[in-house]
């Protein structure tokens, strides 16, 4: 079965330390999560680091969901990689990088993700997944924007 790609490139008008620590706190994933899903973090360290393993719980069409994340690779303030060890996907990982530009930063996500059970998952990813996620990455762009922001372009 294939993976999945989402892929999204934000301009903060923060500089890049500013921008990855506020990303290596565990408790600000749920800042960025609409309130719909629910999400909790409920063991790991409240500052990531690497090897740092954060468990969440969060509800999906009203079904509670475990998810485990491992911290796989990390590389402040430039870059990490965080990898779902335990939770609903197949596969996730969920690259991050931080990258200088005209006094802001730009943050850059690569999700590759797969869903389990073939092509159901493949079925349920065509009819409700794909959306899902592309609305989730929209509200955290736009959160992104109140908490760290703003959201700009930097200067030509």
Known sequence: MADYILESRVWLAR??????AF???SSNLVLLTPASFGLRVVGGPPALSNGAVVDLRMSWLGVPVRWRAFIREWDPPYRFVDVQVRGPY?????????????????????????????????AVH???????????????????????????????
Request: net charge positive; aromatic share 10%.
């Open 90 to 122: 197949a596969r996730w990982e969920h690259r991050h990088r931080f990258l200088e530009e005209r006094g802001g930063t730009w943050v850059e996500d690569r999700v590759t993700y797969r869903l389990p059970l073939g092509p159901l998952g493949r």
């Open 23 to 25: 990303f290596t706190e």
């Open 126 to 156: 065509a009819l409700l997944v794909r959306r899902q996620i592309a609305a989730l990455w929209r509200h955290r762009t736009r959160r992104l924007g109140e908490l760290v922001g703003p959201l700009s372009s930097p200067a030509a």
């Open 15 to 20: 500089a890049r330390t500013e921008v990855f």
